[in-house]
């Protein structure tokens, strides 16, 4: 090969630069909306006079959603091809915006979400996919890190765009913000992308679709009843756990034996594939309970506005930030596991510091415990994933990919549901007699309210934070049966994106 050859077949030209900064538009959009609707829930709750319990599946639906056409992303691909599942995708996630913007009630609310939901969860898999045949693989790398830089700021940028558009437009423009974004990226999208015909080569596995949706939406459904006191002697309760696990049991049942299944649960069975799995799954479970319960912390404990809730957890993001690249090279030279366990360690002493909270607690303290946590997830999710793409085969890395971002929405929406459910039920019991715990999630601290309001609202926070103490615990755990393994670069690269 030439001296001259290299640099060439190397360079970032500007036609791929194009095709990058149409995906990061699009992709930039459906990470936003994760993180920025948060700090929105108490307005929402008090808009709609709805307790925290209902309002919870405005962000469990949303992933539920995601995590179930994230695996239908290959064989919608090549059936209608990329470029046009990516624009379906976001005019799908427009509409989804538009019809929530526009909500009447909770119910229409979630369900609107969920339709956003269907749409975001391709827009990220599409894109990646163009991206990836634009850059080809010696050029993968540099495109990576060029893509991360905007996904890495979203869940910064998300609480404070959030809490500006909450306290000073209205909460409808959380959602219909996405509307221009996403009227720029979709003309973008047209006018830039190459078409490429639909290469249909496999059939959809309905069945699998038909058992692994409704399940795990009715598994998580009769857990966030069961923790809210009904009980798992109820249909509500403890059936709809039961239902919805049969129903998953009966989905991995069928995949092991079918070809092109839905999810390739095999591959699952490894341990080097399962141990970092597993790790990601009780990390996000416990991670993204947190996400949503933080912003209400400052706004129904410290009063604070949704703005300042906003600015006030930009900590964790930056933490995440600093952390991501320097446990990206460490991977690279150390193994997965090591990191793995660092991050979740930090993680782990960042959440017995918000178990211990209280209204008392200092500010300073609150912020430091937030960039800890930061820094352990940026440590984490990355080489975790990494772990479990570095050790099979190239051609199975985008059915074990997939499989790896459902179970991370899936951890999530469990997380939200069960930390949600457990703070309204332990404001109930903390709060004095006859004052309502709905109340002061959706219209803060009633003036003249009892010394004792404060301080129970705070013990609350403290008490369901201890939850996720013990999940990521758990984690840490599992942790350490991952395999010690360094990781290729290419495998590093993929999950540095594909981890948001």
Known sequence: ???????????????????????????????????????????????????????????????????????????????????????ASIGMFLLGSALSGAAWSAGSLIVFRVLQGLGGGMIMPAGMTILTHAAGPKRMGRVMGIVGVPMLLAPIIGPILGG????????????????????????????????????????????????????????????????????????GGGGAVLLGLALVIAFVLHARVRQGALIDVKMFAQRAVG??????????????????LMPLYFQVVRGDSALHAGLLLAAQGIGAMISMPIASRLTDKLGARRIVVVGLSLVALGMLSLSQISDTTTLLQVELTLFVMGLGMGSTMMPAMSAALSSIERHAVARVTAGLNVLQR????????????????????????????????????????????????????????????????????????IRRSHVDTAAASAAHVIVE
């Open 1 to 87: 090969m030439s001296p001259s050859k290299a640099p060439v077949e190397a360079t970032l030209d500007p036609r791929l630069l194009r095709i990058a900064a149409v995906v990061i538009l699009g992709t930039f959009m459906s990470i936003l909306d994760t993180t920025i609707v948060n700090v929105a829930i108490k307005e929402l709750s008090k808009s709609f006079t709805a307790p925290l319990a209902t309002m919870q599946w405005i962000s469990t639906g949303y992933m539920l959603a995601l995590a179930t056409v994230i695996p239908l992303t290959g064989w919608a691909a090549d059936r209608f091809g990329t470029k046009r599942l990516y624009m």
């Open 164 to 235: 500006w558009l909450v306290d000073d437009v209205s909460w409808r423009w959380i959602f219909f913000v996405n509307l221009p974004i996403g009227a720029i990226a979709l003309f973008a999208a047209q006018r830039v992308f190459e078409r490429d015909e639909p290469k249909p080569h496999h059939s959809l596995d309905w069945p699998g679709l038909l058992m692994l949706s409704p399940g795990l939406a009715i598994f998580v459904y009769g857990l966030a009843e069961t923790a809210a006191g009904v009980g798992l002697d109820s249909v």
């Open 275 to 292: 141990a970092p799995a597993l790790t990601v799954f009780l990390f996000c479970t416990a991670f993204f309970g947190v996400a949503l």
């Open 410 to 481: 899936v951890g999530g929406s469990i997380g939200t549901a069960l930390l949600a459910v457990v703070l309204s039920h332990q404001l109930a019991v903390a709060m004095p007699a006859g004052q309502s715990a709905t109340l002061h999630v959706g219209h803060g601290i009633p003036a003249g309210a009892p010394g004792q309001v404060v301080p129970a609202l705070g013990a609350a926070f403290g008490h369901t934070f201890m939850w996720s103490f013990a999940l990521v615990i758990c984690a840490l755990i599992v942790a350490l049966f």
